[in-house]
């Protein structure tokens, strides 16, 4: 079924006005000839279901209950445009390696290449730039994919870990979002996964690729973490899409990465300042410490999602070495496990945080903004925390 048939002559909600649902409502306006259009804020109990014959729900809006009613702009697009899309998702490394994908496919594919979804771009945006031979890379939430109707032609879980369990309670639901991915999929398609992602049922074929043990790639991007995104990246682009493996490797070596993800800020009163504002669990955290060799001090906390610190804690144990400090909910958190260590401390906010970094750490040392924690409360989004450190490491707040 097309979007159009989907929408034209039903009355339609767009439920939440944030990216997407401006995004839905610009390409229904254009694109479709609806009964009625109309955008709705609110709670779902103060939604009234029984006027609409189609609700388009924003990702981050929780539902109490879903029925054939919600659909999803990612749905949307997805019933047009699934065997052209690549879609990937896991907890950690998913904006890493759909960037990637998009940079090597467009560089040795020889086609038209999209990078959309939650990366920053509505996927309706490029509906009009599609041609039959573009391939889109789609980057995927488990908000997305938590009531998805459709799957992608080639489906990717990099991994999982416990996330968003304000929103989820368990890890188990929280997977069983992911898994959506490739519910829909059929023999003809393609799902990619790591060897720790615990076993999913599908009618695809299955590529199973090792967190220990792949290949190595000369990259600019540090981490081993991005050598394993490097590696599902490489397999998608070399063994579905027939690129080069020189060229490939040479397109891996040359992408720099994005921003707020280990991002290097420069050099302030002899110290190194690192922004991995993107960080927002625990094991992205522990990946950034052991990415950078000179990394002295870390800056941890933001809104507390109630996920397991544990293995921080344990880290932090294990690595007196370094500097902690903790700030915001979150951080006071996991302070309470650690206060008792010397190179552990407390501070109020980002803006004190840095001043403390640069009385702690020694010249020709690394600081390193990666919070384990989401932004929500405290700043707009990670993109605005990443902002702000960058400023107030070189004096400019």
């Known amino acids: 079924m097309t979007i159009r048939e989907k929408i034209d002559n039903k009355k339609v909600l767009i439920w939440g006005y944030g990216l997407e649902g401006k995004s839905a409502k610009r390409f229904i306006e254009t694109h479709c000839a609806p009964a009625s259009l109309e955008v709705f804020e609110g709670k779902q109990s103060d939604l009234d279901e029984d006027a609409y014959d189609v609700i388009i729900k924003s990702p981050g809006i929780p539902t109490d209950h879903f029925n ?53 771009v509505p996927c309706l945006d490029i509906y009009d730039d599609i041609t039959p031979d573009s391939i889109i890379v789609f980057e995927m939430s488990c908000h997305q994919l938590e009531h998805a109707y459709y799957s992608p032609h080639v489906a990717v879980m990099l991994n999982i870990y416990e996330d968003h369990l304000d929103r989820y309670g368990t890890k188990e639901r929280y997977f069983e979002a992911k898994k959506n991915i490739t519910l829909k999929q059929t023999a003809g398609d393609h799902f990619i996964v790591g060897d720790q992602v615990p076993q999913i049922k599908t009618d695809a074929k299955v590529w199973i690729i090792p967190f220990m043990g792949g290949p190595r790639f000369e990259m600019a991007l540090k981490g081993s973490h991005n050598q394993i995104n490097a590696f599902f990246a ?62 002295h001090t870390l800056l941890i906390g933001g809104m507390d999602r109630h996920i397991d610190y544990d293995v921080l804690v344990g880290f932090i144990r294990e690595h007196g070495e370094l500097d902690y400090i903790f700030m915001y909910e979150s951080g006071y958190r996991i302070y309470e496990d650690v206060k008792q260590y010397p190179n552990c401390v407390a501070v109020a906010d980002l803006k004190a945080a840095v001043a403390e970094a640069k009385s702690r750490t020694p010249v020709g040392k690394a600081c390193i903004l990666s919070p384990a924690a989401a932004s929500y409360g405290y700043f707009k ?17």
């Not at 690549?86 to 960037?99: A, E, L, N, Y």
């Open 234 to 295: 490489y397999v998608i682009a070399k063994d579905l899409y027939g690129c080069d493996d020189a060229a490939l490797r040479a397109s891996i070596a040359e992408f720099t990465g994005l921003r707020h993800r280990l991002e290097y800020i420069g050099n302030v009163g002899g110290i190194d300042f690192y922004d991995d504002s993107i960080s927002t669990i625990p094991e992205a955290t522990i990946a950034a410490a052991k990415s950078v060799p000179n990394v």
């Open 68 to 120: 054939d009613k919600y659909t999803a702009a990612t749905d949307l697009f997805l019933s047009e445009f699934a065997p052209q899309t690549i879609g990937i998702t896991g907890t950690k490394g998913k904006s890493t390696t759909s960037s990637l994908l998009y940079h090597i496919l467009k560089e040795c594919s020889g086609r038209p290449v999209f990078l959309v979804g939650n990366i920053g």
């Open 381 to 397: 989004n990670f993109e605005e925390r990443g902002d702000v450190f960058a400023k107030l490491a070189h004096g400019n707040l």
